[in-house]
């Protein structure tokens, strides 16, 4: 994927995608990572309306761009596959296994379980309220493996159990930047946010449906 440049891609196909998005711009390491939660401080200020409901699987984080193809073979893989990618995510999944779940969510059993590696099949689970809350996340310190981070990629499989319009699933917050990092739905739409500033696709996603996801941008 070239640099300057932001895609996001919906089981292995583009959705959108936009050049010069946020060129020229370094996030800071060292921030807040949220998991089911949006950030407007760093490490909380979470809106229960726009918490995230429902599962997240196999959620890596790398510190560059991956290509289209790469991207492609990670969803044909399957989610029980095992795609490979040049470099290994700098935040692979077995870290967010190795995080407490807050509140109500959890790790549970999926389809996909491995009795010699337990952090694979376990699905994290942000289970449906009835009431709006900001008690169920995951967060810890994020180490990206460097000072800051000029480009990315975001993948994961997505299993939405809410019909309102507006959720972020993924967040990443750093002192003086709360926003520096936003995957989620806003209006409907699926969507990137880089250090403010927002990129939506025209992807809709229905409920009940496991979908994968994979947002990249880079900014050199």
Known sequence: INAEYG??????????????FKAGAAIRAGGSLVIG????????????????????????????????????????????????????????????????????????????????DPSVGKVLRFPPQSELSTSNYVKFT?????????????????????????RYVFSYAVSGDDNAIIVGEQSGKLGLWIRRTKYLSDAALEQQTWYHICTTWGSD
Do not use: H
């Open 37 to 116: 939660q949006e950030q407007d401080n760093v490490g909380g200020g979470f809106d229960g309306t726009q918490s995230y409901q429902g599962d997240v699987y196999n959620l890596n984080v790398w510190q560059y761009a991956l290509s289209e193809e790469e991207v492609a073979f990670l969803f044909t893989s399957g989610r029980c596959g095992y795609g490979e990618t040049e470099d290994d995510p700098k935040v692979p999944y077995s870290v967010f296994f190795g995080q407490e779940p807050q509140g109500d969510a959890k790790f549970v059993e999926g389809s996909c379980m491995d009795l010699e």
């Open 142 to 166: 994020a180490d990206f493996g460097a000072d800051s981070l000029d480009s990315l990629s975001i993948c994961f499989w997505y299993f939405k159990a809410f019909s309102d319009t507006s």
């Open 7 to 20: 895609v996001i891609m919906i089981n292995g196909e583009v959705k959108a995608s936009q050049d010069v």
